[in-house]
């Protein structure tokens, strides 16, 4: 993220800016950590930017809205796709699609492939539950036909516990939700 704005300021630059004034980045490290991100938001809106592009995290993003919010600034994010953001399309921009669309996306391949047993595994993260929540609604969702007979939902604590549910029954196909740091 923090490479592409660094290429679009320094091209917008040589093409003069925006009319004719150049544009300049505050460049901040929240270690995508929620608390980090507070700090951070914090020194970002006493220094007077025009907008925010970031914060990576789904959690890292939540905490720090409402202060954006309250000061008017506008917080466009490169990689948050949870479903409901507070403040969407008023203070709140994203670049890619929620985790409803990638789940609708994802489910249609499912069903068309035939697919029965399906296991949702997710990650213990706000972005893992929301996009696994996505998919099982997407899933059971109609039409009827093609819905998998047997879906599972795991949660990942990162123990054997999750992937040892699977020597009952073991699925056609996992769909991961999450990531790791």
């Known amino acids: 993220m923090l490479n592409a704005a660094v290429l679009a300021v320094e091209e917008r630059n040589q093409a003069g800016g925006i009319e004719g004034k ?3 980045l505050h460049i901040e490290d929240d270690r995508d950590d929620p608390e980090k991100a507070l700090a951070v938001s914090e020194t970002l809106i006493q220094s007077n930017v025009l907008a925010v ?7 890292a993003t939540q905490m720090t809205l409402p202060g954006y919010a309250k ?11 949870l479903t409901h953001i507070s403040g969407e399309g008023q203070t709140f ?7 409803r669309k990638q789940a609708d996306s994802a489910s249609r391949f499912i069903r068309q492939a035939g697919y029965q047993q399906v296991a949702i595994v997710h990650n213990p993260s706000t972005y893992g539950r ?8 997407a899933l059971r969702q109609s039409p009827k036909a093609g819905i998998p007979q047997h879906i599972t939902v795991l949660e990942d604590d990162g123990s054997m516990e999750a992937l040892s549910a699977f020597q ?14």
Do not use: C, W
Not at 53 to 59: D, K, L, R, V
Not at 130 to 137: R, S, T, V
């Open 22 to 24: 150049r544009i300049s």
């Open 53 to 59: 592009i970031g914060h990576y995290s789904s959690s």
């Open 71 to 81: 000061a008017g600034l506008p917080l466009i994010s490169p990689a948050v796709a």
């Open 93 to 99: 921009f994203r670049t890619l699609n929620s985790n």
């Open 130 to 137: 929301d996009l696994a929540q996505q998919m099982l609604i």
């Open 168 to 181: 009952k029954d073991i699925p056609e196909l996992v769909f991961y939700a999450g990531g790791y740091k």
